[in-house]
Every structure is written in C-alpha cells, then in structure tokens.
C-alpha cells in the first residue's frame, strides 16, 4: 500500500507557473505507475498526465500537452506536475494517483491509491 501527500498548490495569475509534488511513503515507490488527475467543481473528475515506473514514458491529456510536465523522482519517493502558461480553466483541485500496474494507466477507475487533492486556482 502507498500513501500518497500533494502540496504545491495555490492561486496564480493566467500565464504563470506552478509545481505541483506528491510524495509517496509506503511501498517502494517505483512499483508504481504514477498520474495526475484533477477535478473542476461540479465536473467529474479527468485525466491530466501519467508516468511509467522508471519516468521514461508518459502521458498527457491534450488539453495541457505543451504546458504541463511530469516527472518523477524515484530516489525522492515523489512525482511532479510543472505547469506552465496557466490558463483559468484549469483551476480545479489536482489529485495525484499511483497503481501496482506494468503499464501506464489513464483512466481514473484505473488507479487504487489517491491523494487528499490540492487546489489550483488560476485568475484573470
């Protein structure tokens, strides 16, 4: 079992930048697939990146393809969100996420261990 923090949140103007992290305690952390998800209020919650165990690979919904970076560092036991060219619409609260999976996964039902969320909120 993983237990999964976020921190990093916060309210930026659009056009600014922020770094997401997400530490991880528990099992050994590169077990696991990790991704980011948020949650905008009154919508379901929607995929945003995910990363392989190693950190070769990943993925990102197209909505922040070219903005947002993930990364993990396995020595560190944590995962980062690097967003840049923040736009208003993407305020909502940001999840992390882990699975015991062999393969990087993209669907929330997909993933077993969630973190408390943190909320980014970006203004005009």
């Known amino acids: 079992q993983v237990q999964l923090v976020e921190s990093g949140g916060g309210l930026v103007q659009a056009g600014g930048s922020l770094r997401l992290s997400c530490a991880a305690s528990?099992?050994?952390?590169?077990?696991?697939?990790m991704g980011w998800f948020r949650q905008a209020t009154g919508k379901e919650r929607e995929f945003v990146a995910a990363?392989?165990?190693?950190?070769?690979?990943?993925y990102y919904a197209d909505s922040v393809k070219g903005r947002f970076t993930i990364a993990r560092d396995n020595a560190k036991n944590t995962v980062y969100l690097q967003m840049n060219s923040l736009k208003i619409e993407d305020t909502a609260v940001y999840y992390c996420?882990?699975?015991?999976?062999?393969?990087?996964?993209?669907?929330?039902?997909?993933?077993?261990?969630w973190g408390q969320g943190t909320q980014v909120t970006v203004s005009s």
């Open positions: 996420a882990a699975d015991h999976s062999l393969v990087v996964l993209t669907s929330v039902s997909q993933y077993d261990y």
């Open positions: 528990g099992r050994s952390f590169n077990d696991y697939v």
């Open positions: 990363i392989s165990r190693t950190g070769y690979s990943t």
